[in-house]
């Protein structure tokens, strides 16, 4: 019958394909018998195929069963599972100790990864680029490219798809906004505030290629026309616009200007800064009618670009090298300058990544030693199971199967310190955020998230493989052993090398990470006693820019600051009150740098340059800055009379280098802008202050008076004497209110805080690093107590039969100290080596602090001793206090 | 103490005992179906209850067909079907006596 040949068929392909779930051992025998089966079947009644359908069931349960029966990985792991739940103490250690070096581990990558290697939130955010001035005779790193640069740059480049230029100029005040292009019923009376605002080219918003998330951006043709067109933050529009969507093709009032709000950026869109909320269209034509031309000598400008697909970084470096190289030979403003290109993420992370990298490379050591206290615990663990697994050994288990069991108990405990080190890792970040400086770039972007616990799961496989490794060789060596004699037998021996290796390993590095924070102590220790040349104790900052267009003649503007000065002057605990156009670490400079020279010699243009502040009277004082010689300004100082300087000595000294406390009664000659050359007469000669970084050297500076040089944008400085300057804050609010309602302040803040803020990084390098040190010094000592301890217990009999043989109690404990001292000296030596490594890589973080310094390498040995001599000295006291008499009995 | 059969085994070496050797009819005596029947006989045969044995070739060559798995009751797989026998009293009736016919 076919019908029952095919079923025949069918059902013999049912069995042969059940047959490959056996094992290849019990393969054909089964198949043999089942063949038989059918075969019987077919050729009496029935129906084969639904016989062969239990064909796969046996097999599955056949090789179920076998394998159990062999030993199977689920039997293995159940049993590692027990062991691990056996010892719940030194089980909840080990996961302590992984979790707390895998938690600072994670966390630290969070921040790594959310700073330095997420791409910026912008499309192809890796192809866009900042582009810097240079000037190397000059010592100017990097200065912002002149608005003609930016022209030829734009025109002359190959390598770029667009390049836009900002300026984030003086904040503006907004004074409301009304719905409808011109109906004037304003909507928002909340009163006028200062707000930030970046001005920018036309093709900012296509360089950026982020379109806004409402309406749209500016287009080329309304710049160049000047149509009055703004775009809004996110911030500013769901603040104080209420989120309202009928907002774009409104007006909003900006200095008396209204502006057609035509778009609205997503909340991501952070450039030039986070706290940007207006991007108001720039045109260089229109912007320098007035002058003629597009200038080639101001400064100040911020560029960013974005590569074209093909173009690498080094092919646009090459490109703007060609093409400022032709600028040099064409212009003589140009001359000894060129221009670097800089990933727009360097540029914005650029300072912190040193540190955020020591920090990593601080968290991995801490993480290493975490690793080996692990190793330390499961080793001294296995002491307890050598005749365990000895016994297991002569009943037949391979070492291959002793192996397996020890490494599934490595990875159960390091999956276990994975997790719990996820859980504390992200309570660890939230708190080092919580302490970190609200300023530092990209903060926002740092989140735990499920990268966090994936990266910790991977470092908790990492720890398994490792101590799995380390433990299996431990652990096979004691398999090997004969079971009676693995109860007696001696600590030393390759187990005791083990874990002197792995000792010596540890204070390696602990060793490294107290050279790196001593290092940075240090540094940040040098740079909070240099002298800035002023005193920011003490010291209230506010920002006065009062509306350009309203305040247009010299005498409203002096009359302003006249009675601003007065005012706050009759406060009380104000000690002295003055204004200037620039402060020191101050974002809102309005610092013009210009060639200067004796008046007795040519003005040589970028020769040597000086930062010019315009200041009131009382400026110096209210600062805290030295008058060395000379005087200071006051009224004799007016439009009419001789234009008049204070320099600093960097000044003074590179002009007149021949007189030694020279200066005073000289004239000087400085050029501002092209062909407007003034001289000044020099009446004082102050103190060199660190205007630009407590870092950079200072620089040549000169103080104009205020009364001959009237500008409108003034940093309010006060100085008093209440320990905290901000208590004068609102009485400074409610005084320039006083004198213009429509002309708020725009900020207060202290000099402590700005200053504060330019070491912020250093300042938490530093914090960061010291707590991991600590941790080092903390876990590592930890380690060696345990090590020591267990040398000692381990040896116990090796101890009673030396002191019956007559050895001194002390000569025992000696013995311990010695052991312990050895490898401590062998990891101080290694972790020399590490550390000179180390700190050479993080000197870019170090101020005035050579790496290789020996005070730092002293301070580390003497601090890792200190410690570690006490933990070992704890077990070599219970070593010579072992009784002979119970110790040869055990 | 070992735990008692299954129904189903005991059932299984009711059959072996009435002279049901091989899978396929100790199936057809006692409708267990084949996904029942070989697991049970393995299990029993590491308990020692049973032992396999391979048909001699010979005979079944002279029958043209392959060589079958032999299944046969133990000492112990005696003793085991008299306690069952004790524990499911209508096994000795749930199976027809083969015994004669084998003869």
């Known amino acids: ?890 | 103490m070992a735990k008692f059969l299954t129904y189903s085994s005991s059932l299984i070496l009711r059959a072996l005992a009435a002279g049901s050797p091989y899978g396929f009819e100790i199936m057809d005596v006692t409708g267990l179906p084949s996904g029942t029947v070989y697991p049970a006989l393995r299990s029993l045969e590491r308990k020692g209850f049973v032992r396999a044995r391979w048909e001699s070739e010979a005979v079944a060559r002279s029958d043209s067909r392959p060589a079958r798995k032999y299944y046969e009751l133990t000492a112990a797989g005696d003793e085991e079907l008299a306690r069952v026998v004790e524990r499911f009293p209508g096994l000795e009736r749930a199976l027809p006596d083969l015994s004669a016919r084998s003869l």
């Open chain 1, 1 to 890: 019958m076919s019908g029952l040949r095919r079923q025949d068929g069918a059902a013999l392909a049912l069995v042969r394909a059940s047959a490959r779930l056996l094992p290849a051992s019990q393969r054909a025998g089964w198949l043999r018998e089942w063949t038989a089966e059918l075969h019987s079947t077919s050729s009496a009644s029935g129906w084969p195929l639904l016989r062969a359908l239990g064909a796969p069931v046996d097999a599955v349960a056949l090789s179920w069963h076998l394998r159990r029966g062999s030993g199977s990985v689920i039997a293995d792991a159940r049993h590692a599972v027990r062991s691990v739940v056996r010892r719940p103490i030194s089980s909840a250690f080990v996961i302590i100790v992984l979790a707390l070096g895998i938690a600072a581990s994670s966390a630290a990558f969070a921040v790594v990864r959310g700073v330095v290697l997420a791409p910026l939130p912008y499309p192809d955010a890796d192809r866009l680029v900042v582009v810097w001035d240079q000037n190397r005779s000059l010592g100017i790193e990097r200065s912002g490219p002149t608005p003609a640069n930016v022209v030829d740059l734009r025109t002359r480049s190959r390598a770029f798809e667009g390049l836009a230029a900002w300026y984030a100029g003086e904040p503006r005040t907004m004074s409301g906004w009304s719905a409808g292009s011109s109906s004037d019923s304003p909507e928002d009376s909340s009163g006028p505030t200062k707000v930030a605002v970046a001005l920018v080219t036309a093709d900012f918003f296509v360089v950026m290629a982020e379109p806004p998330m409402l309406g749209r951006a500016f287009t080329a043709a309304e710049v160049a026309a000047g149509d009055p067109v703004v775009v809004l933050s996110h911030a500013l529009w769901r603040g104080q616009l209420g989120g309202d969507e009928a907002a774009v093709g409104a007006a909003i009032t900006v200095d008396d200007q209204s502006l057609t709000i035509v778009g609205v950026m997503p909340p991501s869109f952070a450039v030039p800064s986070a706290d940007t909320v207006l991007w108001v269209p720039w045109d260089f034509d229109r912007a320098y009618e007035r002058l003629g031309h597009v200038p080639r000598g101001y400064r100040f400008l911020h560029v960013i670009a974005r590569l074209r697909r093909e173009a690498t970084l080094e092919a646009a470096q090459t490109d703007v090298d060609r093409v400022m190289a032709g600028l040099a030979a064409e212009h003589e403003t140009n001359r000894g300058w060129s221009s670097v290109v800089v990933p727009y993420k360097m540029d914005l992370v650029g300072d912190l990544r040193p540190a955020l990298l020591a920090v990593y490379a601080a968290v991995t050591f801490v993480l290493l030693i975490a690793l080996t206290n692990a190793a330390h615990l499961l080793l001294a663990r296995g002491v307890g199971r050598r005749s365990e697994l000895a016994i297991r050994a002569a009943l037949g288990a391979s070492r291959w199967r002793v192996a397996r069991l020890l490494w599934f108990e490595a990875a159960i405990l390091s999956i276990g310190g994975a997790l719990v080190g996820a859980a504390l890792g992200s309570v660890l970040l939230r708190a080092v955020l919580g302490l970190a400086p609200r300023d530092l770039p990209r903060l926002a972007d740092v989140a735990f998230g499920l990268e966090g616990v994936l990266y910790s799961l991977a470092v908790g496989v990492a720890a398994a493989t490792v101590l799995g490794a380390i433990t299996v060789m431990a652990g096979v060596e004691a398999a090997g052993v004969a079971p009676g004699r693995a109860r007696t037998g001696s600590g030393e021996g390759g187990r005791g090398r083990l874990h002197g290796g792995l000792v010596v390993g540890q204070v390696a590095a602990a060793f490294t990470l107290l050279v790196m924070a001593l290092l940075v102590v240090q540094s940040l220790s040098r740079l909070l006693v240099v002298d800035a040349g002023f005193e920011p104790d003490g010291v209230l900052v506010a920002r006065v820019f009062p509306d350009a267009r309203k305040y247009d003649t010299v005498q409203k503007r002096l009359a302003y600051f006249d009675e601003l000065r007065g005012r706050l002057d009759a406060l009380p605990n104000v000690l002295a009150v003055g204004a200037a156009s620039g402060l020191p670490m101050n974002a809102y400079n309005n610092v013009p740098s210009v060639p200067f020279a004796p008046i007795n010699q040519e003005l040589v243009p970028e020769a040597q340059e000086a930062d010019v502040f315009m200041a009131t009277v009382g400026y110096p004082q209210a600062m805290g800055m030295r008058l060395l010689r000379g005087r200071g300004f006051d009224d004799r100082d007016t439009t009419e009379s001789t234009p008049v300087v204070i320099v600093n000595e960097t000044l003074a000294r590179a002009a007149w280098p021949a007189a030694r406390d020279g200066g005073v009664g000289e004239q000087v000659r400085m050029g501002f802008g092209r062909a407007r050359e003034l001289s000044f007469q020099v009446v004082g000669v102050i103190a060199d202050a660190r205007s630009r970084s407590l870092k950079v050297e200072p620089i040549a500076e000169a103080l104009r008076p205020h009364a001959q040089a009237p500008y409108v944008t003034m940093n309010v400085v006060l100085r008093t004497d209440l320990a905290d300057p901000m208590q004068l804050a609102e009485s400074v609010r409610r005084e320039v209110l006083a004198i213009d309602p429509t002309q708020p302040v725009h900020s207060i803040t202290t000099m402590s805080e700005s200053l504060g803020s330019t070491v912020a990084p250093d300042r938490l390098s530093m914090w960061l690093l010291g707590a991991l040190a600590g941790l080092a010094l903390m876990l590592s000592a930890a380690g060696v107590y345990g090590v020591m301890t267990y040398g000692v217990r381990a040896q116990t009999h090796e101890i009673g039969v030396r002191m019956a043989l007559g050895s001194a109690q002390r000569a025992v404990a000696m013995h311990v100290l010695r052991r312990g001292g050895g490898l401590l000296a062998m990891g101080v030596v290694v972790g020399a080596g590490l550390a000179w490594v180390a700190s050479r890589a993080m000197s870019a973080l170090l101020y005035e602090v050579s790496p290789t310094q020996p005070a730092s390498y002293l301070v580390a040995t003497v601090l890792l001793s200190t410690a570690l001599l006490l933990a070992c000295w704890l077990p070599a006291r219970r070593a010579a206090r072992v009784d002979p008499a119970i110790a040869l009995r055990s």
